[in-house]
């Protein structure tokens, strides 16, 4: 049987660490951080990801703002509420949460944010400096969560066959930047929607990861004996026993799975709050090099 990789307590040392942080670097002529957070429209996912998100800043010691626009919001008009928070001088961070209504760019949003408050991680300065593995690069918070849990459950990575299915600008491109760079190693495979025979290929991976948001995408026989399977997806599917009427699950056929290989991230539970905790190591990134520059 599979360890089960417990990602809201690797989450929560990795929130007092920053805590124990931001108490040590206190003074009182020094503000606290702020993350300012921009919602579009009522989206109940969007709606829950940024309350949680408060909800872990406030936990630490970072204060945060909310700014939320109406659906129909013009994208010059977003882009002025993203200048005026580039341009004042208490916001560290912006987070702008995804998905934005169709109308809206969000690859022109995500490059809008100055790239020293762009936590996320997504405009083209920061994708641009983690593909030349530049340090200074703000890394996108599930990729940089996926390899945080990877390397504090002691899994290997150098040498090793690593697969990620998905090639999304916020989950599979940079993961597999962030695998196959020097100190981590991997030899890195991206599959996609495209890709031919994703079983085969899936069956020689030590650390599998998968990002696609369809149920059971990832079954068994995809699983190579002991290998490390990283869950990603969040899907949302019906349950009449719960009172939200929906459960969530990932895209691994966890119960098939998880007696098969070594280690196994769940949903919830795994990934998800990893990606909380990477938003604020950004976020007091941030904060570090505007207050102690
Ligand atoms: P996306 O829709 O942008 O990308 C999905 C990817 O899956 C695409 O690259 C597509 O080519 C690939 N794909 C689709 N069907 C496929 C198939 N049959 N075989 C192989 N590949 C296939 O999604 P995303 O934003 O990358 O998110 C993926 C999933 O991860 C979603 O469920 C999302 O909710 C979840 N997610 C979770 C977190 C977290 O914190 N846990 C963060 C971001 C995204």
Redesign the pocket.
Known sequence: MAEIIDGNAIAKSLHEELRSELLAMGSADLRKPCVAFVRVGENPASVSYVSKKQKVSAEIGIESRLHVLPESVSQPELNSLIDSLNADDNVDAILVQAPLPPHLSERDTFNRVRPDKDVDGFSAANLGLLCQEDASAFVAC?PAGILEIIKRSGVETRGKNAVV????I???KPLGLLLMRKGVDATVSI???R?EN?REICARADILIA????PM?VSADMVKEGACVID????RVPCAEKKSGYRLVG?VDFDGVVSKCSKITPVPGG??PM?VAMLMKNTVAAYKRHVLK
Do not use: E, F, K, Y
């Open positions: 599930t299915i998905g090639r999304s916020i989950v599979g599959c996609h929607s890709t994703l990002a696609v948001g369809r995408t990603v997806g969040i899907n895209d990934v998800g990606t």
